[in-house]
Each structure stands twice: as C-alpha cells, then as structure tokens.
C-alpha cells in the first residue's frame, strides 16, 4: 500500500512502538492521528511528526468511534491502523495474599486484547467502504501488537500473556475475514524492546535482559519494530500472520 497521503491511525502513539511508528509513517508521507490516553503526550508525538493528537480510551467503544470519527474528520478514513496500545503488570496466579485479584486480570486483558479488537472492527467498517487502490485492489492494512509473552510467557505474566496471544489468535480469522474486502491484518510479536517501560528499569538490569537475546544481544531499538510496520504495509503478500521480533530470544520461565 503506498503510504504517500495515506491517512493513518496508530494507538498508544504518545512513546515507545507506538510514538516510533507514527514518527516513521509520517516520515513515508503518511498522515498520521496519533492516538493516546496520554493527550499532552500525544500531541507532544504529533507536534514532532505534523500530526493530529486523539485522547483515546482503546477499550471503551464510544471512546475508540469518537476518535476514530476525529480521525476521518482530520485526514479521512483511515487505510492503515497500528494498533501500540497495551500494558503489562506482573502478578502471580497465587501470591503472598492469596490468590490474584480477578479485577487485575481483567483489566489487562481489557485493555490489550479487548482494546485492540475495538479498534480493530472500527477500522476494519470504514475500510471496507473505501474504494479500492493498486493492482490488488487493496483497501486498507491492520497491524496489531502481540508479545512472545503470547509463546513463552514467564511466571507472573499469565494475564499479560492471555491478553497478547489473544491478539495472536484473532490474527487469521480476522484477516480471512476481512480478506474479501481487500483488508489485511497482520501482527508483530515484539521481545524485549527499550521502551519506557524498559527504561524505568536500572541500567544493569537492562543490560542483562539485553544480553539474553541471542542476537544481536541487546534490547531492540522502538525504530526496529517501526521499520517492519512499515515493510508490512508495503508487502501485500504478508496477511493473517504473526512475526516474532526478538533476536531468537525464548524467555526462562522466570
């Protein structure tokens, strides 16, 4: 798909993956709504890159078609969406008090599996009542964010990992769906990447999750997952898959 003109909606675009990619679609010409709980941080994202920034609550639906709807206003309906946004808390099944809270479970599954897919069927609407472009007919590309915690989660990570190999899951029944339509739904399963998340960590201790990774061992650069949004968007043969990103890297069970 080509990104010149194309307008493009990234979720959790105020840091980390998200803010790197909308940074790289606007550098391929692309006009890009920058969409975040965090709106100071969103618009500081869409300053940078000529942007629009949305506050976005990912998981509330009339939240997610108010900012959709802002979007289309601004740039037209959307062709591409990159779905960043997600958290990660750590707690174990059974801890020192007990057992985990339901309500903790629940909100990280909310937010990353029940947030993507939110975005995700409001994007894939307007698509599919977009004219089709290219030789192949293409009407729009999706780009959502797993974790090789969907694989390989650690103790401590069961709802993280639920949440992210729920996005794994959806992936191929989503794009046969959505394949007559000319809309594509891919997913990027990301390692251990310096995010600030990441960054809070003491330096030490970055480095030696760096040196875990086969290779290259370090921590993958935000720029890194940037780059292969944007080689998914320009390969049209890549549908209904995962990517791993992670160096090789199969994470200990702890």
Not at 49 to 76: L, N
Request: proline fraction near 5%; glycine fraction near 12%.
């Amino acid at each position: 798909m080509e990104l010149q003109g194309c307008p493009a909606v990234v979720t959790g675009g105020a840091s980390g993956l998200g803010a790197a990619t909308a940074e790289a679609l606007a550098s391929a010409g692309a006009k890009v709504a920058v969409l975040d709980l965090n709106e100071a941080a969103a618009q500081a994202t869409a300053g940078r890159i000529g942007g629009i920034a949305v506050r976005c609550d990912v998981a509330d639906a009339a939240s997610g078609e108010s900012a959709m709807q802002a979007a289309r206003e601004a740039h037209g309906a959307a062709r591409l969406l990159v779905n960043c946004a997600g958290i990660g808390t750590a707690a174990r099944v059974v801890g020192r008090d007990g057992p985990m809270k339901l309500a903790d479970f629940e909100r990280v599954v909310r937010v990353n599996l029940l947030g993507t897919f939110n975005m995700l069927r409001l994007a894939a609407a307007a698509m599919n009542a977009l004219p089709p472009a290219g030789e192949d007919a293409e009407r729009g590309v999706i780009v959502n964010t797993a974790s090789i915690a969907a694989y390989d989660g650690q103790i401590g990570q069961t709802a993280y990992a639920a949440s992210k190999g729920g996005i794994a899951s959806l992936t191929l029944p989503a794009a046969r769906e959505l394949a007559r339509f000319g809309v594509r739904v891919m997913t990027i399963a990301p390692g251990l990447f310096h995010t600030p998340m990441m960054a809070e960590l003491p330096a030490d201790i970055q480095q030696s999750l760096g040196a875990s990774v086969p290779y290259p061992s370090r921590l993958g650069q935000p720029w890194e997952f940037a780059a292969l949004v944007l080689h998914i968007v320009g390969n049209r043969m890549l549908n209904g898959e995962v990517i791993r990103l992670d160096g090789a890297l199969r994470m200990a069970p702890r």
